[in-house]
């Protein structure tokens, strides 16, 4: 389970923002914070924001949260600065309504990327602007890609086992295995092969730490399957396949996301289990919502509740050409 700190009531002042129609564009600081400040994807994000900032002559504030408490002094920074907004991926998608009455405390307008806020019942918070993955769509077609690598390898279904990679906790991490598993099944999958490896994190070395057992104790399966939320995830499971004695022929891991841990697994010299990723332009979305924010603050124009992306399978084969045509 997840958890960040009983937050205290507030005390500062609040602080009232510009009319957006009177907002001056040459006086624009927005903030973009992220969960996961190292990894790929999100640097790719906040790369992509601060440069659209350069064209447009708005600043941005990059900062990290990985932890509730994090999240709320970074807003806190950001006010300080005398930003107006930010985009924020959150470190635990229920900091949801915390988050945004700090920013509302300030008068400041958000964006959430990748992960969606929820309320209390674990619905969406409709109010705040979205942009992100459909995880489910995007699962479905990593299970598809799995599938249609197991024909071209002449896999029969029912000596296969899947080593499904999750994190519950994580709303868009359910939808996609989900939507992967649900695939896999209507493609003759068998469901009680499907093994079940719980993550703390979203990283390699804690999906590292539950593949691990898993392959011990499933010593019958001669070919596996390999998927999770991301492809961090997957090369964990992937590591440890290769830790229990697998060999890439007996191993298809396929991810999601398409950044730099993808393209150094695909630039090895040997090929390994992490067959594919279903690659999604982290620049666009870092860019975008950027965008989004900043002619709300500007010109008053609210992005849609919610806008959803899917993605391009990459593989060993055409890494380097889905990078450059999705400007990763």
């Known amino acids: 389970m997840s958890r960040f700190p009983i937050l205290a009531p507030l005390t500062f002042g609040v602080c009232l923002a510009l009319s957006p129609l009177t907002q001056a564009q040459d006086d624009v600081k927005l903030g973009f914070i992220v969960k996961k400040p190292e990894q790929a994807w999100f640097i790719n994000e906040q790369d992509a924001a601060t440069r659209l900032g350069e064209e447009k002559g708005f600043e941005v504030v990059r900062l990290a949260g990985e932890d509730g408490q994090e999240v709320l002094s970074a807003i806190d920074n950001l ?9 924020i991926c959150p470190p635990d998608v229920r900091l949801g309504p915390a988050i945004m009455n700090r920013a509302e405390q300030y008068g400041m307008k958000v964006v959430t990327v990748d992960d969606r806020f929820v309320k209390a019942d674990g619905e969406p918070m409709e109010s705040v602007p979205h942009l992100g993955m459909s995880g489910y769509k995007i699962g479905q077609q990593v299970g598809n890609a799995i599938a249609d690598e197991m ?3 002449g896999w029969d279904p029912e000596e296969v086992a899947a080593l499904r990679i999750t994190n519950y906790e994580l709303p868009t991490a359910k939808e996609r295995t989900d939507g992967a598993t649900k695939a896999l099944l209507e493609r003759g999958f068998q469901e009680d092969n499907i093994l079940d490896a719980p993550q703390q994190n979203t990283d390699t070395s804690s999906a590292f730490s539950a593949a691990s057992p898993v392959f011990s104790k499933n010593g ?8 999770a939320l991301n492809e961090e995830s997957v090369l964990g499971g992937v590591r440890a396949s290769e830790q229990y004695g697998l060999t890439a022929e007996d191993v298809i891991g396929v991810g999601i996301n398409g950044s730099g841990a993808a393209f150094a697994e ?22 975008q919502t950027a965008e989004n924010l900043y002619t709300w603050v500007t010109e008053g124009d609210k992005p849609k509740a919610n806008t959803e992306t899917t ?14 045509e999705l400007g990763l």
């Open 220 to 227: 019958d399966y001669e070919h596996w399957v390999i998927y």
């Open 79 to 87: 006010n300080s600065q005398g930003a107006q907004g930010f985009v």
């Open 266 to 287: 695909f630039s090895r010299e040997k090929p390994t289990g992490f067959h594919g990723t279903v690659a999604v332009s982290s620049t666009m979305h870092g860019r």
């Open 311 to 324: 993605g391009t399978l990459m593989t060993r084969d055409n890494w380097e050409a889905v990078r450059d």
């Open 151 to 153: 024909e071209a390898r």
